[in-house]
């Protein structure tokens, strides 16, 4: 899959429109439908910064790489099982993990709480992987404080790593813990660092940023990052199904 098909699924997949992507890179309405029609490919900055908008890999925008992938909103429905505190048994080639209802922010999880899965997910074995005790698991987004890269009912797959609070991307989607003992981040937020000061933002502007002063704080508050979402018209089936 050539670049020009890999930024048309993604914008796709996002249904965001071309002039808000525009708007968002910096660049013309006219240069951007030249990346999609492939009349003309970004130079690796501008190929960064596209990789980075969309929270995928530079090899993923050259088709080298899918990882969880952002699939079709008409993929067929993924496989869940509801609830268990063990996953199913399945196939070699394919793992069941866990997944989790977003949180917006502090007020919607009890403080000092580790959250409980909806149920398991099926994912394929070299779509994940895990970072010591950090496993990779999944997100029933459940508000539209990040509209538009995320919807109600999207599934966003959370890849575990570790973090340099001091060097963290801009305009990349991160798994949020509150609380050192949550087991995983329930919060989708756009992070960035000022002044040593960790900002967590959404795109509703009612919705109030967290901020973490990280030279007080004693625990890692970014657990991972979003590699993936699938979003589907029939996403109120799947949440009806686990909620």
Not at 30 to 56: H, Q, T
Not at 147 to 155: F, K
Request: charged letters at 20%; glycine letters at 6%.
């Amino acid at each position: 899959m050539v670049f020009c098909e890999v930024l048309k699924e993604l914008i796709s997949d996002r249904d965001i429109s071309q002039v808000y992507l525009a708007e968002k890179l910096g660049i013309t309405r006219s240069r951007l439908n030249n990346y999609i029609s492939g009349r003309s490919e970004p130079g690796f900055d501008m190929l960064k910064d596209i990789a980075s908008f969309f929270n995928v890999s530079v090899d993923q925008m050259l088709g080298r790489s899918s990882g969880a992938g952002f699939v079709h909103q008409n993929e067929p429905n993924p496989e869940i099982v509801k609830g268990g505190a063990k996953p199913p048994e399945t196939e070699s080639d394919a793992q069941w993990i866990p997944i989790y209802l977003s949180v917006s922010s502090f007020k919607d999880k009890p403080e000092n709480v580790s959250p409980k899965p909806l149920g398991w997910l099926k994912v394929r074995k070299k779509s994940i992987s895990s970072i010591g005790y950090r496993k990779h698991y999944a997100l029933l987004v459940n508000d539209d404080t990040m509209a538009p890269e995320l919807q109600p009912g999207d599934i966003a797959y959370v890849q575990p790593s570790f973090f340099l609070h001091s060097v963290i991307p801009i305009n990349n989607l991160y798994a949020i813990r509150f609380h050192h003992s949550d087991e995983v981040g329930l919060a989708i937020k756009r992070c960035s660092i000022v002044d040593n000061i960790l900002l967590c933002g959404s795109n509703d502007y009612k919705c109030p940023p967290i901020i973490y002063n990280m030279e007080r704080t004693i625990f890692e508050p970014i657990v991972g990052f979003v590699i993936g979402i699938w979003r589907s018209e029939r996403s109120q089936m799947i949440i009806n199904s686990l909620l």
